[in-house]
């Protein structure tokens, strides 16, 4: 019967059989939707349903519709394809049976098969859509194409709807894109420059089904209902740490030509749980129907976080998964792939209300539960000292549940030691009857619970948002490339990075927990399943860190990270020693790259150097206004000063702008940070100078040529660099040999040369200005990391 009612339905859709409402129909007109890859995994699993259910709520409004599955293959074979998918589309809940029934066979008399392939075939369809338009007497609404197919493809068949098959004028048109949207910036860029050829921005659609999700989208309303008690507890002194968690029990197989190139940052953290963890910390809108200012808002959270390193991330794959890319990827079997499957990262939204509070992201596959969720866990200042069961001693939590897991159905969960949450609208329920579970540690009956009345399948939900012209739950492009943005410098610094092979499943034990120190994140057990020496690279474990002699001053050396740490150690034992004596520490630092390691170590693990009693002081600086990133004050502030608690007053850049202008001898910058040293340093012996050397053997700004010793008694020199910015100012070679300690910091494979050079040339201060660093009365300590010692 159903086979007898397909086979008519060409005609039958062209003679616009839309439901009963065929007077009203003609006012709101016509509406063509195509899907292209029609017959794939994803029509058939989300979209011809989604399309159902947008069918049954649209057939009394006055709309009528006619469905395409496209696809490659001859109309011979696809037609019984697409027939076999539509028969299996279900009634949704909350429709009578009958009623159903008879939507069921109007929506399979409207959908029809048609090979996508060329661009005749899509100036075809353009013009049954229009023939159809004229015998039936509608009036078009408008189109749209849903891409489900590989993202190679999109642009073409963007380029040939704009050229054979946009609707009539007044008509809208309306492409939705599936993910991926590139694999890194760069292509997420290109990608959008094709498709940009094609289309409006306003007329694309790309689609991230969590925004669908139905307790995803009520993240922002449930937070609006429950701004009164939210608002308070917001920030940084309340929140203890925001999580989002997709873990899943399934295995990639059968994905593996697509999952290999892509591993689970960029399937699911690139998009899914980004787009989450936005909802969750963004600004709310003043008004949510604004569709811009939500997307503004949302944009502005990527501006704000930490840039992502190899540091923010622990990477795991499943044991089984190489012979799965053996297997589908014909592969032999010397072949490792190192595609993540299981990834935590850790980021940071650099903002004064979150400062400090980590936002973790974990998502796996092979793991021991499905079940995902976002979490904000509050601190509890309770202190329990009897009856540990007693609410207010327990875990402070609200609890976005997206499904599965214990619980199996959506919900909001606050626990009853926060605040018992307003409704979020008509369409949910709280739920007061539960089985006897935990969600996340805690009995459900601790949590005030709220669910929705009636589940709603995601894609069905985005469907109906893209018919009603709804952008704000889809990812605008400059969204995407702002994601790209903050995860691609990862994903670079990843790819040479083994990932943590693990069982699967229960197995698993605690192989995955890690643990957040500061920004950085961390494996817990030290579980090492490829030994280093089966897949190259060197151990640092292999390597102590050495001293030694070089230049005829001691030396140290180490692999970078030990070398960073060393010398991090050392600069808070001289600062100690001179504060627990009363006295305060005069630091001198340089400018460039080299020391940002030293910055960054000493911001995030030395949280007890005496920063209140010490004076940073600049070994140099480049003539350019302090707010630009060239400065070098710019780079510390960066790095350094803006994450510790440092008095303002202790902090002197260089005066390298006075009157409006830069380094102007008679403006006597140079004098003045002169005189400011000569007041507050004693004797004008910084206490520790850290200094770095350049290719050329320049020192401070000191460069070769520059006649590094003629400064004379001067402290503070105006110098000339041979590269830009020229202009520079910098402590003189009698400043620096006056300090306690001078430490010269060489690092990197690149510094190899130089640093061999220099072990053999004699002080020659103008040709080699480092060579001409020796303390007076003072200490002098190369350290010099592996890499530029030994190449
Ligand atoms: C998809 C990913 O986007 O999301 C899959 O490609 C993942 O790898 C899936 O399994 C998870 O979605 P859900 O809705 O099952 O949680």
Redesign the pocket.
Known sequence: MFVAVFLLLITLCAQGGNGDEGQEAQRLGHVSVVIAGGTGDLAKKYLWQGFFQLYINQVSSGYTFCFYGGGLSPKDKGTPALFEILKAVSCPSGVPVERCAVLKEQYLRLAQYRQLKTAEDYQDLDKHIKQQLQEEGMVEAGRLFYLSVPAFAYADIADKVNNACRPTTGAWLRVVLE?PFGHDFRSAQILATQLGNSLKEDEMYRID??LG?QVVSKILPFRIANKKFLDPIWNKYHIDRVEVV?K?T?D?KG?IP??DEYG?IR??LQ??MIEVMTLLTMRLPKNMSNNQEVLQNKLKIFSTLQPLGKKQAVIGQYQAYNAEVWAELNKTKDYVSRTPTFAAVVTHIDVAQYDGVPVVLVSG?KLDE?V?YARILFKNDVFCVQNHDSIHCKPKQLVYY???GNLQYPAILVTKNLFKPALIDSEWKEVTEHKDIKVLGLPISDYYVQTPIVQKD?YAELIAQIFSGRRDNFISAENLLASWNLWTPLLDSLASSFPRIYPGGADNGNLLDFRLKGREISYISKAVIIPPDQVGGSSTDNFQIMQGKYRSADMVTAWTEELIERLATDLQAAAEAVVSEGGTFHLALSGGSTPLALFQRLAQHHFSFPWRDTHVWMVDERCVPLTESESNFHLLHEHLLQHIRIPYYNIHPMPVELNQRLCVEEDGGALLYEREVNKLVSNSSFHFVLLGVGYDGHTASLFPGDKVDGHGERLIALTESPVKPHQRMSLTLRAINRAHQVAVLVMGKGKHELVTQLSRVKDSPNKWPVTGVRPTSGKLIWYIDYDALLG
Do not use: S, T
């Open positions: 993910k089904h969590y999700k997709l899943e399934l990639a994905r697509f999952y689970v399937d699911v998009n899914h596959k499905r995902g997206f499904g599965h995601a």
